[in-house]
């Protein structure tokens, strides 16, 4: 195998540093483009991981009425109902719902449990466990808790009921959940206290969690639960990751397209401007070709300049990307997914870089950057040296 | 050893600039092409240095049709056979004089101490060795000639092309390049000197001197020493 050309590798080294005002500006933009694409994809693949840990914590099966093709309530009297089907493990009525914190410009999720229920999730099963609600308290999660903090809510909080009374409930303390997103607006309190907040009725429920004992069986299931109640909506867990992974798609797609745009505006610059090779750049490759150096030596010694420049700009942009991330917990570009309130966007993004992201970042910015700096080269080199130098 | 047929050469703004050329110099010969700006002297070493193409004619070195060489061939003999010494030195002033005199073993990717050696040897043969840190553009123009002689030796070229030489010296310096003349000769190299310097015409070591007018040879006189 041929050795690397150490001095050839030099020579473009030393290229590099005399043409530095030029290398260090498309460097610098480069740069700056791959720590943006990096942030993207590090933001949407933590947000993701994140998500679907959120998912992994629904239920296998939700069941929620509807009225006028709208959710409403469902009556806690289904449960048995639903029992009877062959294959449902256990049903368990879920009490949550948004409640709207105006001064804050913030939005909780309320849910409400029963300590003596199964639980459908994790971080529920050890509230019920701790067991340290009671009719007038509440535990927060820890978004919820600097929220309240700021409106000096340290002890308790007043929340207004549909028929617009005031519930004071204390809070007895903030709970660690399995993801940020899950814990960060969260508040859980007894069913029935959730109830007075929401206005239900004592049977009434936002929606049924189902569990079934099968998984293979889950899809028959459904569609006896579907045809038992031909009103109520039936969705799964995986219905709910296909959903919001469509989501997050679109937002990615019109991202990504722009992106695309701005990515190869950025490589017609720089081939506009490796075309517009200074009369001293011309003059070089002819000299180099006068004294014997063939247009593959040229064409080399520019793939190892782009290689360098590229190769710096890519670590430097991905470790920009890692700060930026997960340091400063990416503003702005994290907005771009999460559409919810102030509140929800506050949450810490967890750390989840992977070898294909790294590897799709790698391919979009070295081998189009260095094709776009080859390629007015080898135009000039193939041009007679003689008419170079005249 | 370097025959020129019927060349001519006619550039793309259809200047003339070489008729029906027929030119002969035999290995070891050192050959004068005298004559004014324009008359064709340039074109001369450029096609046997086959930078450029003639538009008729042949062009042999080595009984090789230089001429018809692609491009990578072509550069491959000027590496091998080829040292060209260029009217304004055609150094690249932010590199320093041994990585200028480098350039040409670049490609060949040579081992560190073959590399060293070969530098060295040209260095010193041509005094250039105690700047060899030093900016080209920072050197003087008998150093900036030597740095661009010693180059055009370093990888040992049978054939020697000197374009204009002493146009920027002064005639110390011009005699000094006379020197280096005389011993690249003694080395046996095949050295054609175009040139309009006087100092040129009467040296005993010269072979031929050529005169050329308006792209066509005007007279051949041959020296004998």
């Given amino acids: 195998m041929k050795k690397i050309n150490l001095y050839l590798l030099e020579y473009a080294l030393g290229y590099i540093v005399r043409y530095r005002a030029k290398n260090i500006f498309i460097g610098v933009v480069l740069t700056l483009l791959i720590a943006v694409l990096a942030s993207f994809f590090f933001v949407q693949n933590s947000l993701q991981y994140e998500l679907a840990s959120t998912l992994d914590a629904q239920p296998q099966i939700i069941v929620t009425n509807q009225k006028a093709g709208r959710d409403t309530t469902v009556d806690e009297k289904m449960i048995e109902k639903l029992l009877t089907i062959k294959g449902v493990g256990d049903v368990t009525s879920r009490v949550w719902g948004y409640y709207e914190f105006k001064h804050m410009n913030a939005k909780f999720v309320i849910v409400g449990i029963d300590t003596f229920e199964n639980q459908y999730n994790t971080t529920l099963a050890d509230i019920a466990n701790n067991g340290e609600l009671n009719a007038s308290s509440m535990l927060i999660g820890e978004g919820v808790q600097k929220i309240l903090n700021k409106s000096y809510y340290r002890d308790y909080f007043n929340f207004m009921t549909p028929d617009l009374h005031v519930q004071k409930i204390y809070i007895a303390g903030v709970f660690k959940a399995a993801t940020t997103l899950e814990s960060n607006n969260m508040i859980v309190m007894s069913k029935d206290t959730a109830r007075k907040i929401f206005g239900y009725t004592s049977s009434e429920a936002t929606d049924l969690a189902v569990s079934v004992t099968n998984p293979d069986e889950l899809s028959a299931i459904l569609v006896k639960i579907q045809n038992l109640f031909p009103t109520f909506h039936v969705i799964t867990r995986k219905d709910f990751k296909i959903a919001l992974q469509n989501q997050f798609d679109k937002t990615s797609s019109i991202f990504l397209t722009l992106f695309i745009i701005t990515l190869f505006t950025f490589f017609m610059i720089v081939y506009d401007k490796s075309s517009g090779l200074s009369s001293e750049e011309k003059k070089e490759i002819a000299i180099l070709k006068a004294i014997g150096w063939k247009i593959e030596d040229v064409l080399k010694a520019r793939l190892y300049e782009g290689l360098i420049i590229s190769l710096v700009a890519y670590l430097s942009g991905i470790i920009l990307a890692l700060f930026f991330v997960y340091v400063l917990n990416a503003p702005v570009i994290k907005n771009i997914f999460i559409d919810y309130n102030d509140m929800t966007n506050d949450f810490v993004l967890p750390f989840v870089v992977d070898y294909e992201t790294l590897f799709l970042l790698f391919l979009l910015s070295l081998p189009v950057y260095m094709f776009a700096t080859v390629i007015p080269s080898w135009r000039v080199a193939t041009l007679d040296a003689d008419e170079v130098m005249r | ?225």
């Fill in chain 2, 1 to 225: 050893m370097i025959q020129l047929k019927h060349v001519s050469k006619v550039y793309d703004n259809n200047i003339v600039a070489l008729e029906n050329i027929d030119l002969e110099v035999k290995e070891g010969e050192l050959v004068i092409l005298k004559g004014v700006s324009g008359s064709g002297k340039s074109t001369i070493l450029s096609l046997i240095a086959g930078v450029l193409k003639p538009t008729s004619g042949d062009v042999l070195v080595d009984k090789k049709h230089i001429a018809k060489l692609p491009d990578h061939f072509s550069s491959q003999y000027r590496r091998d056979n080829i040292g060209f010494i260029f009217q304004k030195y055609n150094l690249i002033p932010t590199l320093s004089v041994w990585e200028n005199i480098m350039l040409p073993l670049v490609p060949l990717n040579l081992d560190e101490k073959e590399l060293q050696e070969k530098l060295m040897h040209v260095m010193n043969m041509f005094t250039i060795v105690h700047k060899k840190e030093v900016l080209v553009k920072k050197l003087s123009g008998g150093e900036q000639q030597r740095t661009a002689i010693a180059r055009a030796n370093v990888n040992n070229p049978k054939i020697i092309l000197a374009d204009e030489p002493t146009a920027n010296l002064d005639q110390k310096l011009s005699c000094e390049f006379i020197q280096i003349l005389k011993k690249l000769k003694s080395l046996h190299k095949t050295i054609i000197v175009a040139t309009h310097d006087p100092l040129f015409f009467d040296l005993d070591f010269v072979d031929k001197v050529i005169e050329m007018h308006n792209g066509k040879l005007q007279r051949q006189s041959v020296v004998c020493s």
